[in-house]
């Protein structure tokens, strides 16, 4: 049974559970929702609450709220994922407020979220789950699903309806399981009933989001009814979106600083950095809350920012991350506080993937790849190398790859892009250099690890995972580049093999 106040551990010091009725006798310094809660209206449902979004999304919201500028715009969670049901366990007793805690290296700062209102465990409750969707109250839907959620194929583009998941929904429209079968049985109730369809707004890390989420569900859609596809297609809106806010998994440590710092006792608090941006296509089917208000660049076009950010950010996170574990770091910040590691990472930016992007209307690029070195050198933040590493299968031919295409398409010189896809199979091989063990967390994992072992400094077997790599296969000459720059690795390790990439191009 929860109490309200419990004694830390570490300090000694009380700590006050974080519920609605607790939130005047917190902390001073915690910023706290002043606003009242029982008039947000909440308009939003969000489907895939995690650390990310309510690090994001939700602080925006409660902005909103906060700043007197609109309480007609809170959200409601829904989780689809057996796992879902440790966020539902988290957040319901704590009246689904949780602490934000913003970390840098002259101090932290916390402030507790009231956005979201409620939180649904659709295993538990599908029914109620589907009456939020359908609910005319409901005017936009957003998703944090993952990359890979979408089962969209990186070289195609199609739909992958081969889930046995997905199957039941188009047999069972009316009982689903999936993201997408709620998405479809919510608007076609609507549709029924003379209500206006939802916008699906996407916030995940992804080449055109809202355009993946489109195909996605117009396709599985399809699969059900083309008539009913049709009308998907041309009343929901699908808004591009690029979000960012470095957000690193919740830890143990993280509630315990909570509860020692802050006064709080909170199962789940989310830590994350003070930088956030998110960048939105004015396009809804059914209102938007006034973002711009609260620091939301809303714009006709958000390819330019999207493609910034995925080539620069998760591109140069994900080639860091597996250069990182070779080298035997843990840390993002420890592995940027290696000189040839750092140094790989600005050449990797300036000299391979910069080039390649065109103007972004009010950016500096220059500027912008200098405050991601910075953001990836906050010591506070303590983001691990293997969450980036997480579902690479996924996330390399989403933020690297597409970069490494199109600077062979022009004929540019790709070493460290190259060495990137290098290092990315050597930690499927499962060692460091040291011979210390690498656990890699891949959907995929289990059958890439094994070709990577058995394929040793033979790039080929790997290359014809179609659905990671592509046609990057079919290149002769970079694919002999690769197999080159894994002997490299093999025999000098990732430093000098750095270092050697750096000084001499191709060596």
Known sequence: MDTPASRDETTGAQARRLRQRLLADLKHDVARPTYDRARLHPAIVHIGVGGFHRAHQAVYLDDLAEQSISLDWGEQGIGLLPQDRRMADALLPQDCLYTVVE???????????GALTDYV???????????????????????TITEGGYLLDDTTGEFDADYPTLRADLENPGSPQTVFGYLCAALARRRAAGTAPFTVLSCDNLQGNGDAARRALTSFARLRDAEFADWIESEVAFPNSMVDRITPQTTDDDRRLVAASFGIVDTWPVVTEPFRQWV???????????????GVQLVPDVAPYETMKLRLLNGSHQALAYLGLLAGYEYVHEALADDVIQGFLVRLMEDEVGPLLSPVPGIDLTQYQSTLIERFSNPAIADTLARLATDGSDRMPKFVLPSLTEALDQNRPTPLLTLAVAAHIRCLQGADDA??????????GLTLQRIARESGTDPRPLLAVREVFGDLGAREDWRSDLARVLRKLDDNGVRQTITARLSRGNN
Do not use: M, Y
Not at 103 to 113: C, K, P, Q, Y
Not at 280 to 294: I, Q, T
Not at 435 to 444: A, H, L, M, Q, Y
């Open 121 to 143: 465990f659709a295993p538990d409750q599908p029914e109620r789950a589907l009456d939020l969707l359908a609910s005319p109250e409901t005017r936009i839907v957003s998703l």
């Open 103 to 113: 970390r840098e290296g002259d101090g932290d700062s916390a402030r507790v979220i």
């Open 280 to 294: 939105l296509e004015d396009r809804f089917s059914n209102g938007r809350p006034p973002l711009e208000a609260v």
């Open 435 to 444: 011979g210390r063990p690498i656990v890699i967390d891949d959907s995929r």
